[in-house]
């Protein structure tokens, strides 16, 4: 069974750092596009970053310049580091990811970003 497991969120003051992590288990196989989104309360699930099997990368507008994804195509594991984060940036993030024809989601992990 496929699975895709976030880490790495948590309470944070604006201006600060969080690395957020997200490892996908029970495939063999290197996973193509993978990403983050974000939903906030009360608003619609966004694309936060996406990243290509061959690294290609996009953003979107709002956190260009703060967030950088990467990827570990050896461990299946994709990350985001976000930097300069902002309380507008508090949301539950999702790790999303495409193996095999079928897109898997994980669980979701909190950031809270206080003012």
């Known amino acids: 069974q496929v699975q895709l497991v976030e880490s790495g969120g948590g309470l944070v003051q604006a201006g600060g750092s969080l690395r957020l992590s997200c490892a996908a288990s029970?495939?063999?196989?290197?996973?193509?596009?993978m990403g983050w989104h974000r939903q906030a309360p009360g608003k619609q699930r966004e694309l936060v970053a996406r990243?290509?099997?061959?690294?290609?990368?996009t953003y979107a507008d709002s956190v260009k310049g703060r967030f950088t994804i990467s990827r570990d195509n050896a461990r299946n594991t994709v990350y985001l580091q976000m930097n300069s984060l902002k309380p507008e940036d508090t949301a539950v993030y999702y790790c999303?990811?495409?193996?095999?024809?079928?897109?898997?989601w994980g669980q979701g992990t909190q950031v809270t970003v206080s003012s």
């Open positions: 999303n990811g495409n193996v095999q024809f079928i897109s898997y």
């Open positions: 029970g495939t063999p196989f290197t996973f193509n596009a």
């Open positions: 990243i290509s099997s061959g690294d290609t990368t």
